[in-house]
């Protein structure tokens, strides 16, 4: 049997580790150890059902008070901006975070003036909203 490799992601939740759609309260890790696995039964399906967590490249889609490093396990679906995986827990809260949130949102608005001041959004709603058109 051909076990998948475990995939390290980021995943954003609310005070005290808590899933800001699903509410569900994420174990947290102790005593240098991961957290306990959260498991996802039934079929895989993106905002629906499994365990959601995000690819580092789509960390400005997904924002909350706190951020950790996550390890997902089993099937995982990527979706782009969104990774679904069988199984995940929580490794580490990233240090620095929520102190830097600002000046990454920040970060991010530049880059999409830039893009937009270049012609490359894929979405042009994303230029009304910066107030560009």
């Known amino acids: 049997m051909e076990v998948a490799p475990a995939v390290i992601a980021y995943k954003f939740l ?3 580790a ?16 991961p ?15 499994g365990v959601h967590a995000c690819p580092p490249g789509a960390l400005a889609y997904w ?14 679906l990527d979706e782009g901006t969104v990774l679904v995986a069988r199984r995940g827990r929580l490794l580490e809260r990233v ?4 102190a830097v949130a600002r000046d990454f949102a920040e970060d991010c608005r530049e880059r999409a003036l830039g ?3 270049a012609g490359q959004l894929a979405d042009p709603r994303v230029g ?6």
């Open 128 to 133: 009304e909203l910066l107030g560009l058109v």
């Open 18 to 33: 808590v899933g800001p759609f699903s509410g569900v309260r994420w174990p947290a890790p102790a005593g240098g150890r």
């Open 35 to 49: 957290g306990a696995w959260l498991e996802a039964e039934g079929a895989l399906e993106t905002c629906v059902a």
């Open 115 to 117: 893009r937009a001041a």
């Open 95 to 98: 240090a620095g975070w929520p």
């Open 14 to 16: 609310r005070e005290g």
């Open 63 to 76: 924002f909350d008070e706190e951020l950790w490093r996550v390890e997902l396990a089993g099937e995982v």
